[in-house]
T-cell receptor
């Protein structure tokens, strides 16, 4: 089945550091990838939709300059948390939608295993 | 806007018990419906899906039927195992969401031996 690889799985770094998280679709091309944030015991909060070859679409309340998204190829999207602070500590998860032959809403999203980010 | 509501957890069951996790939705158009499972410290895995009314999704003994008349997609399993302990998310996609997934709040399931 479709596989999405997310790297790194765990990051600990000092406040003020910028951290890059990669999301790769391994066996399909993904024109659209999604980035989520999850707090403990809570559901996933969509941060942005990453579109290959164009600017990401951010959800309301998400800082574009804080969370930089680049989707330079059909198999890779990156999320960079710039000048990270302790409040940015969270579990970040990416997903990619396997386009398939069906209409827009029918294909499931496949998720990476997530990145646990801890800012000291 | 579109939304998904799940029954609150945690749900605690004994091994081999019957499981139901309720999920209802509101949506414009004709969404696809999904159940995802998240094991501790991991991302989400697709468990099953249904793309139109009366479709039944099934996988690993879990089932859910897309009920348009009651706007529901309840997850069921006849006999749970300890290894089924996880958080389960109901989600919808399509309608007017442009491919985005709208998640329920998640339901934690704990199965005791």
């Amino acid at each position: 089945g479709a596989v999405v690889s997310q790297h790194p799985s765990w990051v600990i770094c000092k406040s003020g550091t910028s951290v890059k998280i990669e999301c790769r679709s391994l066996d399909f091309q993904a024109t659209t990838m999604f980035w989520y944030r999850q707090f403990p015991k809570q559901s996933l909060m969509l941060m942005a939709t990453s579109n290959e070859g164009s600017k990401a679409t951010y959800e309301q309340g998400v800082e574009k300059d804080k969370f930089l998204i680049n989707h330079a190829s059909l198999t890779l999207s990156t999320l960079t948390v710039t000048s990270a602070h302790p409040e940015d500590s969270s579990f970040y998860i990416c997903s990619a939608r396997d386009p398939g032959p069906s209409s827009l809403g029918n294909q499931p999203q496949h998720f990476g295993d997530g990145t646990r980010l801890s800012i000291l | 806007g579109d939304s998904v509501t799940q029954m609150e957890g945690p749900v605690t069951l004994s091994e081999e018990a019957f499981l139901t996790i309720n999920c209802t939705y509101t949506a414009t158009g004709y969404p696809s419906l999904f159940w995802y499972v998240q094991y501790p410290g991991e991302g989400l895995q697709l468990l099953l899906k249904a793309t139109k009314a009366d479709d039944k999704g099934s996988n690993k003994g879990f089932e859910a039927t897309y009920r348009k008349e009651t706007t529901s997609f309840h997850l069921e399993k006849g006999s749970v195992q300890v290894s089924d302990s996880a958080v389960y998310f109901c989600a919808l996609s399509g309608g007017n969401q442009g491919g985005k997934l709208i998640f329920g709040q998640g339901t934690e399931l704990s199965v005791k031996p």
